[in-house]
Nanobody, 126 residues
Framework: VQLQASGGGLVQPGGSLRLSCAAS????????ITWFRQAPGKEREGVLC????????HYADSSMGRFTVSRDWTKNAWNLEMNSLKPEDTATYYC????????????????????WGQGTQVTVSS
């Protein structure tokens, strides 16, 4: 079971970026997916969690209204669409999963996850 995150880069404030998390060893219907981010000197922060069981997305305050998740069945990957980006969104972004199909109340806790992508850097700067 592996996750591979990609799509990071440099974007101006107010811009958009799409990250991808490709899965191997399991399908998009097998697990919920959570995106985290970590800025230098800060703890890893849960951004959002997508429940494959019911299609619901759970958001952190920082991502509400700006970030969404979609599934690319042809690539067996989840896409994180990030809009209206701010300098404070600058971080390394990670995707993570466990055997859950539903996000639970502890989805923000990194220690709850078994599988991690390698991280992709997002820099928001003019």
């Amino acid at each position: 079971v592996q996750l591979q995150a990609s799509g990071g880069g440099l974007v101006q404030p107010g811009g958009s970026l799409r990250l991808s998390c490709a899965a191997s060893g399991f399908g998009l219907d097998d697990t919920a997916i959570t995106w985290f981010r970590q800025a230098p000197g800060k703890e890893r922060e849960g951004v959002l969690c997508f429940s494959t069981g019911d299609g619901r997305t759970h958001y952190a305050d920082s991502s509400m209204g700006r970030f969404t998740v979609s599934r690319d069945w042809t690539k067996n990957a989840w896409n994180l669409e990030m809009n209206s980006l701010k300098p404070e969104d600058t971080a390394t972004y990670y995707c993570a999963s466990n055997s859950w199909r539903y996000c639970n109340t502890r989805w923000r806790l990194p220690e709850m996850y078994t599988y991690w992508g390698q991280g992709t850097q997002v820099t928001v700067s003019s």
